[in-house]
């Protein structure tokens, strides 16, 4: 059973900087590419950033890209998300996600289909 929590979620001024991380239980995690989502009241779950099982290769929406950075540590099972420069339109519950099956060198999954394990997410709260 792989179970993914996330952690590191919180309230933050406009400008500021969090880190959340995600870690991997249940399955050989260094095999997968993991992805964040994020979700606002309201709206759809929406893609933040993925990345290869080998660290190699990263993807980010548009609208975090030069923000946020996405890193992963296979020996600790853990996934990280910086955020930096943060805004709020930021706020939002972040969910990290693992796909089903293991994947190529390069493969960052975006979309939300590709993915099948999902955190149970942290809240993310930004203020003007």
């Known amino acids: 059973q792989v179970q993914l929590v996330e952690s590191g979620g919180g309230l933050v001024q406009a400008g500021g900087s969090l880190r959340l991380s995600c870690e991997a239980s249940?399955?050989?995690?260094?095999?997968?590419?993991m992805g964040w989502f994020r979700q606002a009241p309201g709206k759809e779950r929406e893609f933040v950033a993925s990345?290869?099982?080998?660290?190699?290769?990263?993807y980010y929406a548009d609208s975090v890209k030069g923000r946020f950075t996405i890193s992963r540590n296979n020996a600790k099972n853990t996934v990280h998300l910086q955020m930096n420069s943060l805004k709020p339109e930021d706020t939002a519950v972040y969910y990290c996600?693992?796909?089903?099956?293991?994947?190529?060198?390069?493969?960052?999954?975006?979309?939300?289909?590709?993915?099948?394990?999902w955190g149970q997410g942290t809240q993310v709260t930004v203020s003007s």
């Open positions: 990345i290869s099982w080998s660290g190699a290769n990263t």
């Open positions: 249940g399955r050989t995690f260094s095999s997968y590419a």
């Open positions: 996600a693992a796909p089903l099956d293991s994947s190529s060198y390069y493969y960052t999954p975006y979309k939300m289909n590709e993915y099948y394990y």
